[in-house]
C-alpha cells in the first residue's frame, strides 16, 4: 500500500495526490485516498469532489455498479449540489457503458437519471437510450412504449425525427413476432408515411421508403390471398373485388400482375363481366 508523502500535509495536496493515484490508475489506492479525505474533512469541498472521483474510479475500472452507487450517494449526501447535472451526465455515460453488455442494467441506470431530474438536459437522452435498450433485446412493445413516451415528454427534442423513424420501426419487428399482426403493420407504414412528410430530408429517408414498400408488397399478398379465398368458396364476384383493389392500390407490385391474370381467367370463363 502506498502512502502520501510526509510533505503532503493540506487537504488541497492530499486530493491532488489522489487524483495523481486516478490518473496512474492505481484505482484501488486512489479510492481509499478518497475516502480518506472524506472521512478527515467530511464537511470540506474536497468531500463531495472526492466522493465523484470515485464513482469515475470505479467507471475507469470497469466496476459499473459500484460506480453508480458512488454517483448515488453524491446526490443523496449533497441535495441540491450544484454538480447535479454533471453526475446525472457521468450516469449517462456509465449505462451508455453498459448498452453493449448489459442492457437491462442499462436501462435502470437511465431510469435514474429521469426520476432524478426528468426535465434536465440528460432525461430526453436517456429517455432515447432506455427505448434503444429495449429496442436492442427485442422486446418491441416495451420499446414502442419508451419511444411514445419521450414524444409525449420531449416533443421539441432534436431527437423528434429518429423516434418518428423507430416507433415505425419497432412496429414492424414487433409484427414478424406475431402471426401476422396486420393491423401493427398497417399502423407502421403509415408511421413511415409520416416520418417523410415530416423529414424529408432525413437520415432514413430511404430506410423509410424501402420499409414502406416492402410493407405494401406483405399489404398487396395479403388483399390477394382474400381473393383467392373467395374463389375456393366459389364466389368470382367477391373474389373479383379484391383483385380489383390489388391492381388499383399495388400497381407496381407481383401481386398486381397475379391479380390481373385471376381476373382475365374469370372473364374467359364468364365468372365476372
Not at 400497381?251 to 374469370?266: H, K, S, V, Y
Request: hydrophobic share 35%.
Amino acid at each position: 500500500m502506498e502512502s502520501p508523502s510526509a510533505a503532503i500535509t493540506t487537504m488541497e495536496q492530499r486530493y491532488k495526490y489522489a487524483l495523481s493515484l486516478l490518473v496512474e490508475q492505481k484505482y484501488i489506492i486512489a479510492i481509499k485516498e478518497f475516502e480518506s479525505i472524506i472521512n478527515t474533512a467530511p464537511d470540506s469541498e474536497y468531500a463531495e469532489a472526492s466522493q465523484i472521483n470515485i464513482g469515475q474510479t470505479y467507471f475507469l475500472n470497469g466496476d459499473y455498479k459500484r460506480a453508480l452507487k458512488a454517483y448515488e450517494k453524491v446526490l443523496e449526501k449533497y441535495p441540491g449540489t450544484k454538480k447535479t447535472e454533471e453526475i446525472l451526465e457521468r450516469e449517462y455515460q456509465l449505462g451508455i457503458a453498459q448498452m453493449d453488455t448489459n442492457e437491462e442494467a442499462a436501462i435502470k441506470v437511465f431510469e435514474k437519471i429521469i426520476e432524478k431530474h426528468h426535465l434536465g438536459p440528460v432525461a430526453p437522452d436517456a429517455q432515447v437510450k432506455i427505448a434503444d435498450c429495449y429496442f436492442k433485446l427485442g422486446q418491441y412493445e416495451e420499446a414502442l412504449d419508451a419511444y411514445e413516451k419521450f414524444l409525449e415528454n420531449y416533443p421539441k427534442s432534436e431527437w423528434v425525427p429518429y423516434i418518428q423513424y423507430q416507433i415505425p420501426l419497432s412496429k414492424v419487428y414487433h409484427e414478424k413476432q406475431q402471426e401476422r399482426n396486420y393491423g401493427l403493420l398497417i399502423a407502421a407504414r403509415e408511421g413511415f408515411e409520416e416520418y417523410l412528410v415530416s423529414n424529408p430530408h432525413g437520415i432514413h429517408t430511404e430506410d423509410a421508403q424501402r420499409m414502406i414498400e416492402e410493407i405494401r408488397i406483405v399489404e398487396a399478398e395479403r388483399e390477394f390471398d382474400i381473393g383467392e379465398f373467395y374463389l375456393r368458396l366459389k364466389r368470382p364476384a367477391s373474389a373479383a373485388m379484391y383483385f380489383e383493389y390489388v391492381k388499383a392500390d399495388f400497381p407496381d407490385t407481383i401481386w398486381a400482375e397475379r391479380a390481373n391474370e385471376r381476373l382475365e381467367f374469370l372473364r374467359m370463363i364468364e365468372a365476372i363481366k
